[in-house]
């Protein structure tokens, strides 16, 4: 199992960024996607997950409203697209498998590597 996320960059406030989570040895309605983010001199936090099977979502009520997360079976990848950035958006992203259903940072056993976002003027 591997997870690789790209997508991230710099990003004006109010602009939109889309991440990308590409997965491999496992497909990924398999298993629940979960993305966090790790801002610097904080803990890293749940932003969003979709769940195996019937895709449930999960969003944190930071990013409600602002945020997508979808997957492409086809592509074997999960989504995030972020719109409406603000300059507390940034952070190092990452997604996380290894449970059916939408779990605690905790309870994840595979990690991508991670993707910065930056949002500034």
């Known amino acids: 199992v591997q997870l690789q996320a790209f997508g991230g960059g710099l990003a004006q406030p109010g602009g939109s960024l889309r991440l990308s989570c590409a997965a491999s040895?496992?497909?990924?309605?398999?298993?629940?996607i979960g993305w966090f983010r790790q801002a610097p001199g904080k803990e890293r936090e749940g932003v969003s997950c979709?769940?195996?099977?019937?895709?449930?979502?999960l969003y944190a009520d930071s990013v409600e409203g602002r945020f997508t997360v979808s997957r492409d079976k086809a592509k074997n990848t999960v989504y995030l697209e972020m719109n409406s950035l603000k300059p507390e958006d940034t952070a190092v992203y990452y997604c996380?498998?290894?449970?059916?259903?939408?779990?605690?940072?905790?309870?994840?056993?595979?990690w991508g590597q991670g993707t910065q976002v930056t949002v500034s003027s």
């Open positions: 996380a498998t290894g449970t059916r259903g939408c779990a605690t940072q905790f309870d994840y056993k595979y």
């Open positions: 040895g496992f497909t990924v309605d398999y298993y629940a």
């Open positions: 979709i769940s195996s099977g019937d895709g449930s979502i």
